[in-house]
């Protein structure tokens, strides 16, 4: 079956970086839409961004450009930067996927399939 795997999660002081890597295997796991959210304790999961296998990308208003998500779909390998980092984006991270789907593109309304372990990111002030 279809394996999420993530990296990067950790402690981090505010104002610093920190990347996330995901990697999607199976079948056909280079065709994978990808996708990044987060759920900060006692919140809701909230959308961060996806990239979708044919090219498409979508982001959500809360990222206000310190996150910036990129995938290489040839080694199925998904990828979310983050910088100046804040206490409010301490959260448990997932990363997910889905099948990419013929003629239809990413939105920060699109559901997924699979989804990772979601590592913790704590950002300290």
């Known amino acids: 079956q279809v394996q999420v795997a993530e990296s990067g999660g950790g402690f981090v002081q505010a104002g610093g970086s920190l990347r996330l890597s995901c990697r999607i295997s199976?079948?056909?796991?280079?065709?994978?839409?990808t996708g990044w959210f987060r759920q900060p304790l006692g919140k809701e999961r909230e959308f961060l961004a996806a990239?979708?296998?044919?090219?498409?990308?979508a982001n959500a208003d809360s990222l206000k450009g310190r996150f910036t998500a990129n995938s290489d779909h040839v080694k199925s390998m998904a990828y979310l930067q983050m910088t100046n980092l804040k206490p409010e984006d301490t959260a448990v991270y997932y990363c997910?996927?889905?099948?990419?789907?013929?003629?239809?593109?990413?939105?920060?309304?699109?559901?997924?399939?699979?989804w990772g372990q979601g590592p913790q990111v704590t950002v300290s002030s």
């Open positions: 199976g079948r056909f796991s280079a065709s994978y839409d």
């Open positions: 990239s979708g296998w044919s090219g498409s990308t």
């Open positions: 997910a996927a889905r099948f990419g789907r013929l003629g239809e593109v990413v939105s920060t309304t699109t559901t997924f399939d699979y």
